[in-house]
């Protein structure tokens, strides 16, 4: 099942392997994407992922979270990403940009020294206190989401995906605990979703309904019951309402994630040694799956055929998305397919977060 074909949106993918956006420090100082971006892509494509989602690209200046992130605020990156997506479409691979502001969690500097957020709660984990976005605000970035989408059309990317996970600014939106608004951005799930419903509809407009949008979404924020923060971020069944309203706005497939900064080690597990251990939210993608109608990605130290089979079979998911097992293996699926490998190798260490650019740190005997 893992490798048969499937049609999300209007795209034909070769299979249920999806690349989930990694951030690869690879781009230039101002955003500007690489050949080195392009060679990691195109190894990935000859290596048959169905989809690949890139790394996190910011719309805004002001919304870049990383160091060599790769951006999407200005034309000028049209044409450096058109190179890159000519060489993904040499083969039969489809790469969608993921969009993303990084909302609490952006970079300070002098330029842009306090964060945006929807409401003003101190972030826990670098003890930085946003400030609220006002109205005006809030519709610039749905325009600036809006023309990334229409710059990465432009670019002959597949589709986009907006980031709406992981404590960037989509996700303090979707998010009770760091969303305590009462105009029409705050309060009711609805509301709470708004900015991404409206971001959706906007880049229906302008791209002319027939590119594809994606979610990456929160299901929970990931406070431990022990955490003084229990019960005040974002669980079910909310995120089951969001998805529905997700799925009515008319994105075509939602990947289910969770965790945002200051919950600590919830998105990116370590230690993933047991396939009990594996697919750490497919009980929030089940519930996902059972209320929608579109396909449905999950992600999340899945790491082993045997889980991957299961999960598709037991309705928590339609395409499976990894992010560090494609690190370690590029060629982990042709090398699942021919039988050379029964599991992925990642031992999720995380050393593969290296600022000189992505890759596996982990020495193998
Ligand atoms: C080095 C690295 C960079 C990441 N960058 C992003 C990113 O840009 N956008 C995103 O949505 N998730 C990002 N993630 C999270 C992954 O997409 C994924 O949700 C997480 O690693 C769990 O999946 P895995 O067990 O398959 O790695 C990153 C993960 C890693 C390891």
Redesign the pocket.
Known sequence: MIFDPITICNLELQNRFVR?????FMAEEDGTPTSRLGDLYEELAKNEVGLI?T??SYVLPGGQSDNL?QGIYDDRFIEPYRKITERVHRYRSKIVL?I?HGGRQADTSDEYPIPIAPSVIKNGHSSVVPREMTEPEILEMIEAFTRAAVRAKAANFDGVQL?C??GFLLSNFISPYTNTRTDRWGGSVENRARIITEIVRRIKEETREDFPILV?MNATDGFSPNSSKAGLGLDAPDCVEIAKLLEKAGVCAIEV?GGIGEAGGV???TA?NSPAKEAYFKNYSKMIKAAVHIPVIL?????SPYVMGCLLENGCADLI?????F?SEPDFIPKLKSGKIKKAR?V?C?L??DPKG?RCNFEFD
């Open positions: 989930s956006a990694t951030h690869e989602i790394g996190y992130q993921q993303v980031h996970a992981h990456k994630s998105t990116i597990r993933i992600v999340g130290g899945i790491r998305s990894m992010s560090r097992v690190i990642c999720s995380n593969c977060f992505v």
